[in-house]
């Protein structure tokens, strides 16, 4: 086994023809950042003939999304603020298009909590599966963001564009057990056997033909609707890049950040 651990947040891990993707930023709940995602990018070009490639997360989260701190600290220069969510958002959205454009199966180890964009790394899998005491929230309505990940360009495949739209609306907290009723996952574990269950994954997956199952993701990203993927995509980016200038999503990242301050203090004094 191989492993390699950046400043990026990336940690690379390659073993037996699998290559296994690391969000390793667990002080920041592995939140997302243009560098980090540009990592991931690198990391899935250097896939090569692996049989199978893992993206999982560090530490008790899978990952919170976009760095809202980071977001917050740029906001105060309308210039700068732009330039770094176009970075963040063109990167997610580079990230995304790249899973789905790998030659071998996908696999979305969900070790903890999912918000926001992070969504798309999920849904971008050929397969998931999620820790029974992971959850997923949108946290858009919150935040005054508008959705980005693949909420509206993929999950609307999964769940219905009703079911969509009334999650984000009331920024549901979804259990994993519900995320596998309803379809956004495929399996369930407790944290203990999550690596025993995709273990059993990636021995089912060997028994099968890797480029059925590219060609098969291709063609339904065709069948998903008269705009590809890309395009879809792109139209969560122009949306975001529009209300994060907002002044009341400065308001909603402030109170947000100030309520999860309040609460690492509280929790620091017990």
């Not at 959850?135 to 909420?151: E, L, N, R, S, V």
């Not at 395009?231 to 122009?238: I, Q």
Request: hydrophobic residues 40%.
């Amino acid at each position: 086994m191989s492993t390699e651990t950046g400043a990026s947040g990336v940690q690379i891990e390659r073993q037996d023809g699998v290559l296994r993707l690391t969000l390793n930023r667990p002080g920041r709940a592995n939140s997302l950042t243009p560098g980090l995602l540009d990592a991931l990018c690198e990391a899935l070009g250097g896939a090569g003939n692996a049989r199978a490639v893992i993206i999982t997360g560090t530490g008790t989260s899978f990952s919170c999304g976009g760095d809202v701190a980071a977001i917050r600290d740029n906001s105060d220069d309308p210039e700068r603020l732009q330039t770094y969510c176009e970075a963040l958002l063109s990167a997610l959205n580079r990230t995304l298009l790249q899973i789905r454009a790998l030659p071998c199966p996908v696999i979305a180890a969900v070790n903890g909590p999912v918000t926001g964009g992070s969504l798309g790394l999920m849904l971008t899998a050929d397969l998931s599966v999620m820790a029974r005491t992971a959850f997923i929230q949108p946290y858009y309505a919150k935040m005054g963001f508008a959705p980005d990940g693949g909420w509206t360009a993929l999950l609307p495949d999964r769940i219905g564009r009703a079911r969509t739209a009334s999650w984000l609306a009331l920024d549901t907290r979804i259990s994993a057990e519900q995320a596998l009723e309803m379809g956004v996952t495929d399996r369930i574990a407790d944290v203990s056997a999550l690596e025993a269950t995709i273990s059993d994954m990636l021995c089912e997956l060997e028994q099968h033909d890797a480029g059925v199952i590219a060609t098969s993701r291709r063609l339904l990203d065709r069948q998903a609707g008269p705009a590809g993927l890309a395009d879809r995509l792109e139209a969560e980016r122009l949306a975001f890049m529009t209300h994060i200038s907002r002044p009341e999503t400065r308001d909603r990242m402030d109170h947000f950040l100030g309520a999860t301050r309040a609460a690492q203090t509280a929790g620091g004094r017990r």
